[in-house]
């Protein structure tokens, strides 16, 4: 049981690329979340998805894409990125109510 | 809307010592929920305590304990007998019991335990 896991966990990018990032989780959660945190704040949700075909904008949907085609995948893309994208990622998931599990993080860079 | 405020952006005591992380919630919702993450130095999450709106009873684990206090929106955790290890940033958050189950966090306090 690996629970949330994501890829990569470090990537630099150009100003204008695009790029996915992976996440996957083997609990059967319905729920995925999407997460960015900047240095020294909290984390703050982009994106969230309540099961497969569904998902829906959080707090900071801008730049940002998703889609929720299994269970278990949950991926963010990244068009067109910007240094404002700058940040760490965390995806996570949950049953319900009960607590969200969060995946290890990818740290963007974006020069 | 929700908020959740943690005051304290830093916090640095010696070893042993006791420490209280506060936090500050708002919301309308009559039943919501309440968490507490740490995130050490590695930069993974950690649940610690998920706590329901109904249930004010005071928590402890081993040392650690929260007090959630609905008449004044808080709830606050105390490291008792601090340790290195316990060096870390920690969140507090909230979510709203019906809906998309969507954390609200805030800012994090930066706890430091000097040896």
């Known amino acids: 049981n690996a629970g949330v896991t994501q890829t990569p966990k470090f990537r630099i990018l150009k100003i204008g690329q695009s790029m996915t990032l992976q996440c996957t989780q083997d609990?059967?959660?319905?729920?995925m979340y999407w997460y960015r945190q900047d240095p020294g704040m909290g984390l703050k949700l982009i994106y969230y998805?309540?099961?497969?075909?569904?998902?829906d904008k959080g707090e900071v949907p801008n730049g940002y894409n998703v889609s929720r085609s299994t269970t278990e995948d949950f991926p963010l893309r990244l068009e067109l990125a910007a240094p404002s994208q700058t940040s760490v990622y965390f995806c996570?998931?949950?049953?319900?109510?009960?607590?969200?599990?969060f995946g290890p993080g990818t740290r963007l860079t974006v020069t | 809307a929700q908020k959740v405020t943690q005051a304290q952006t830093e916090i640095s005591v010696v070893e042993k010592e006791d420490v209280t992380l506060d936090c500050v919630y708002e919301?309308?919702?009559?039943?919501?929920?309440l968490f507490w993450y740490k995130q050490p130095p590695s930069g993974e999450l950690v649940f610690l305590i998920r706590?329901?709106?109904?249930?004010?009873q005071n928590e402890i684990s081993g040392r650690y304990s929260w007090n959630f206090q609905k008449s004044t929106s808080s709830f606050n955790f105390t490291i008792t007998a601090s340790q290195v290890v316990d060096s870390a940033v920690y969140f507090c958050?909230?979510?709203?019991?019906?809906?998309?189950?969507?954390?609200?966090f805030g800012q994090g306090t930066r706890l430091t335990i000097n040896p």
């Open positions: 609990m059967n959660h319905n729920y």
């Open positions: 996570a998931s949950s049953s319900t109510t009960y607590e969200q599990y």
């Open positions: 958050a909230q979510q709203r019991a019906q809906g998309a189950q969507k954390l609200v």
């Open positions: 998805s309540v099961g497969a075909g569904i998902t």
């Open positions: 919301t309308r919702d009559t039943t919501y929920y």
């Open positions: 706590r329901n709106s109904f249930d004010e």
